[in-house]
Structures are given as structure tokens and as C-alpha cells.
Nanobody, 120 residues
Framework: QVQLVESGGGLVQAGGSLRLSCAAS????????LGWFRQAPGKEREFVGA????????DYADSVKGRFTISRDNAKNTVYLQMNNLKPEDTAVYYC?????????????WGQGTQVTVSS
């Protein structure tokens, strides 16, 4: 039912910043959890960070903690991933995903991904 569309990816130099957007369909988007994941070529998809919708608390992978920030704009049904001090190792396809309900065992909605390339 819910569609997620990522945007904002691109090419950026190391040390630069980029903000990714995840737009959700529907009148009101209120999942249990909204997560960001990334996958580099030849590697498995990894967790980047997530927001618990109720209360808005966030958690991040150690590799991005202190550099990445998740936020949201409820009026626009959009979630953002602000990425600062980017490093070449951040290069990957970034996906947003939603866990719609507490009892859903896995993230059940996924976006198509957006490419982020960080050059040195």
C-alpha cells in the first residue's frame, strides 16, 4: 500500500554533505520504524540508521554516528537523511524502508534506492 521514493543522491567530494529524501505515499505516513540502509557493490546491505516514529528517537550504525542525522517532515510525508563529513566508504546505494507495525517482523516497505558516490 505504501510507496517509498528516495531522492537526493549524487556525486560529492569527501568532507562534503548531502541530504537524502524518502517520500512516502498516503495521506499520513506513520510507521512503527523508518530505517535507512545502504549497499555497496559486492557487499551485503547494511543498516545505517533508523527512527522510531513515536517519539522520534533515532539510532545509527557506529560507522555513521555523529555524521548522519535522520529527521522528518510530517506535512510532506518525507523523511530525510542528512549526511555530513562524507567519506569514500560511504559510497553505496541508499534505501529507505519502513516497518509498518510493531509486530511486523521485518521492514515491509522499501524504496528503489538512490546512488551516493563520494570521491576523494
Amino acid at each position: 500500500q505504501v510507496q517509498l521514493v528516495e531522492s537526493g543522491g549524487g556525486l560529492v567530494q569527501a568532507g562534503g554533505s548531502l541530504r537524502l529524501s524518502c517520500a512516502a505515499s498516503g495521506r499520513t505516513f506513520s510507521p512503527y520504524r523508518l530505517g535507512w540502509f545502504r549497499q555497496a557493490p559486492g557487499k551485503e546491505r547494511e543498516f545505517v540508521g533508523a527512527m522510531f516514529w513515536s517519539g522520534g528517537s533515532t539510532d545509527y550504525a557506529d560507522s555513521v554516528k555523529g555524521r548522519f542525522t535522520i529527521s522528518r517532515d510530517n506535512a510532506k510525508n518525507t523523511v530525510y537523511l542528512q549526511m555530513n563529513n562524507l567519506k569514500p566508504e560511504d559510497t553505496a546505494v541508499y534505501y529507505c524502508a519502513a516497518k509498518s507495525r510493531y509486530f511486523v517482523p521485518r521492514y515491509d516497505y522499501w524504496g528503489q534506492g538512490t546512488q551516493v558516490t563520494v570521491s576523494s
